[in-house]
């Protein structure tokens, strides 16, 4: 079946079986492959991406689920400003590790950052549970969020 | 470290170089075409662009950074001037040198044994530059040095690429001197910043996951449901359902089925429709209570081999004879590694009859090896892509190459037409993986007077080496040493202390584990230690301190970490309602001290307050990435003691993705303080030994907080539970 979205803010159309995750969509047809697949199973984020503006885990997410809706990418988050700072502050404070759970990670905090522009640090361990990171860069994480937030208010 | 790289090695690439970059097979010179390879491990491009080519894979631990960080040193340009390449397979240029032959990465050994090479690499590349622009200025070599990609001397100054032709015709220096410790720029500077971070943060990394070769398929494995079963036959009437599907075909060695389709939901889909027979007939049928009864009854048995080469009846008459005994029974269950990205790498055929193998490779070997007898080519006509690896902690490097031969056997029995991307899913890394042995020790302690008179130590389980490649290499009379690293040949001076080692039958494929052996007798040594302190009424620190009062570098690089962890943690001064436990322990020759402070109670929850880490692994290359290192090795070895492991029944893997398997989370350890000793020894590795103390800082924190020794793993499972 054919579904509309928009991605990245550019309208587009993809023919996909109903039942298919967002995730393979995005990755196998759309080549956009900064979504990563880490479970299938919605329980480590590294497919994180924001539909309508949401964090949303595109694996455990219906293609026809989607029609008309905004889907968004770590590609595109350059270009938001919340997006730029969390990514400057990820950069400065070298977060990543092997780095592919990162993405998700990031598109999760710009989700809190958007919601929740002064998080504390019980709002940040809530707020990015769901995100795993085998190789533990949460000491960082939690740092970035919290340098994203400054350079924000700045 | 008087390793050197020898002087043909770079007359052969130079001479190389010229020919690759500078003439084409028609003989002609291209225009622009003027880059040089001057040495094997560096390439200067002729606008000045500096790569390094770097021999060891990044799964996180930063090599990229580190080994491109020493070539700048020397070179003489800054961090940013500098970008870096993964080399291809060819271990007479790129082998692992503390390895032998054999190119590949673990062991935490990538900036050791490179810690040469690629300086000598950086400083061969500079001495050329600087004779090629004394050539061409007409001026004394001497008087010339380069500075952030210029270089500047006699009055005249012009970027390095404007010599790269010319020095890429010389012969290379057989011995360039190094750039002196007190002139480092970059070594050692905590501000050098990782090279992969801004890819890693704006989706552009390319890990083997992310390849898309043209025309390719993906294919999935459907695997027996235990160890050793067999296809016995299989029906795949219903995987035409799947739009995507093109076919599936039992694997030459029997041991699973290739779901073969055009993108990687398809497979899966096609895969649950697939309806395969088993031969069960030599399958695991063992449960992990039966495996644990195994052990534990090896461990009621003398040992088979005596690893201490002690006097073990000397030793248990002088626990017998001891004033106190502490005795205690552990247990540790198998492990997964569970990496972020599960497994996966992309076979296609290349024109000249070879293939090439795209892979997050870490042991870039094994699967060239392989891959050559499954292929029946030449070495030669096997290449090896390597690409960024979504973390391993060491699973991307098995013996038997395992899911690289898997892949090489999904395409050999194709028309190899096309490519073939395999991919495992969660549930079969955590089902069809290869895990930290499980494994058992007891100990009996005596102490007189306050001192240890005798230690008497069995180690019974699982061994990773026996049966694999590795056995004659790795195996000394009998003895596999990765099951009792870390316990009679640590810095510890323990008088009569005797440890033997029971191996125990295999029910899965055993591997290492970030720190191998140490994941187990670190936890084991490091409680024991708090157990007798306790029992002699002395402090944990001062009474460890005991036992590393010797002249020896190892006793004093070891109680340095250890009383400086115990000052910047204010140890013993906890505030109301915190408690500290300490550890410390040297693996892959780097000394870690760790303190973890708990507040709670494990009925009620405990919470990891923090955890401070003195770590000293002699010259600090990347202190950034070392303290990165630390944080993330205690994060790991934490996160496991905490709630994980792999349990079979009737021979199956009862967990299946991350809910059964539960990682650490962001909240799990509420902050990490990284202090780095300062050092003149030579590097020594950082991915695994912020590990090994970590677990038995939290067990001996969890002991003062409320008595309970959790002495068998994970502590849920034992009743102590976490905020």
Redesign the interface.
Known sequence: MAISLKLNGNPTTVEAEPGTPLLWVIRDELKLTGTKFGCGVASCGACTVHVDGEPTRSCQTYIEDVEGAEITTIEAMEDTKVGAAVQQAWVEMDVVQCGYCQSGQIMSAVGLLTENPKPSVDDIHDYMHGNACRCATYQRIRAAIQRASDILEA | MTMKVSRRGFLASASAAVLVLGVRPDGALAAGETDAMLNPFVKVASDGQVTGIVKHF?????PATGLSTLIAEELGVSIEQITYEFAPSNPEIYANTFFGGFQGTGGSTAMANSFMQYRQAGAAARELLIKAAADAWGVDASGLKIVEGIVTGGGKTAPIGDFVAAASTMEAPADPPLTPPSEWRLIGNPDV??L????????????A??L?LPNQMVAVISRAPSRGGLVAGFDDSACSEV?GFIRAATLPNKAGVAVYAE???AA?QARDLLSVDWDMSAAETRSSDEIKSEIMAALDEAPTYNVSKTDHAATKSAVDGAETVVEQTFYFPLLAH?????LNCTIEANADGGVTLHDGCQAPTGPHMALSQIFELPMEKVRINTM??????GRRATPDADYQVEAALAFVITDRKRPVKLVW???DDMRSGYYRPAVGHRVRVGLTGGKIVGWDHHVAGQSIMKGTAFEAMAVRDGIDHSSVEGTADGPYQIPGMFVGLTDTPKATSTLWWRSVGHTHTAYVMEVMMDQAAKAASADPVEFRLAYLSGEGDDQKRKANVLRLVAEKANWGNAPEGRYQGVAVHKSFGTYVAEIAEISGNPDDGIVIENVTCVVDCGIPVNP??IK??M??????GI?HVMRDQITLAGGEVEQY???DYE??????????DVHIVKSEAAPSGVGEPGTPPSAPALANAIAAASGVMVASLPMEEEGVYFA
């Open positions: 990044e799964k996180g631990q930063g910043r990782r992969d971070s801004p890819i890693k943060t704006n989706g552009k990394a390319m890990f996951m992310d898309h739009k993108d990687t939901w899966f569970a990496p972020m990205e599960p960024l690896a979504g973390g391993s902690f899913s969660r549930e950034d990435v990165a290192q944080e993330g090795g205690i994060g790991y996160g993705n991350f809910p990682p650490l989370r962001i909240s799990d350890i509420r902050g990490i």
